[in-house]
Each structure stands twice: as structure tokens, then as C-alpha cells.
């Protein structure tokens, strides 16, 4: 596996950053903001992480979700408009999945599933 240039992974995570509460953010957009093809920002994304350019997506926006559970008096709902899910039950069905529990779970739990 070839190593991306660190400038590439951080664009891309500056540019994911700038975006994660547009729930309409694409992958085109996110091609576009990144000037480089959709084939090769796919190509690069799986080379270094192993992820789909949507999963990385995702998984960055899990991620801030979170952060937010772990840091802040947001309700599921808010958190899940914040991190870019289009409706709280689509949240909690992909935290559930990547994280073995629901939001609600994991906050009452302080963060273990």
C-alpha cells in the first residue's frame, strides 16, 4: 500500500470538516472542492484507509458524533443534524452498526457498548 502525501488526508479532512453539517454534502463535492476526479479521490481514500470515500464520510461524521455525546448536553436529535444525518433514526441505525450500540446506549454508558 503507498502512503498518500499528508497534505492530501488533511485537505480531505478540512474539507469534510468545513462540511459535515450539510447533510447534502456529496462526494462529487467534495471531488470538486478537492479538484481531483471522483476515480482517483476514490482510489486514494480506499488505498489509504481501507474505506469508500462514503464510509470515510461517515465515519468522520461518527466520529464528531461522538464527541459531541461525550462533550456536550445536545440531544440525540441536535447532535445527529449536526453531524450531517438527515433524520435521527438514520443516525442512530449507523452508530448502532458501527459502534454495537444506539446513541442513547453509549451516552448513558459514558461511551462503552
Sequence with gaps: MVALP????EK???IIDENLSNEDFSI???CSQMNVSYHSVYRKIKEQTGL???RYVCAKRLQRAIYLLDNSEFSIQQIAYKVGFSTQAYFTRCFAN???CPPTQYRKEIGVC
Excluded at 6 to 9: G, K
Design 6 to 9: 499528508p497534505r492530501f488526508l
Design 12 to 14: 480531505l479532512d478540512t
Design 28 to 30: 462529487e463535492a467534495l
Design 52 to 54: 469508500t470515500p462514503s
Design 98 to 100: 458501527e459502534m454495537g
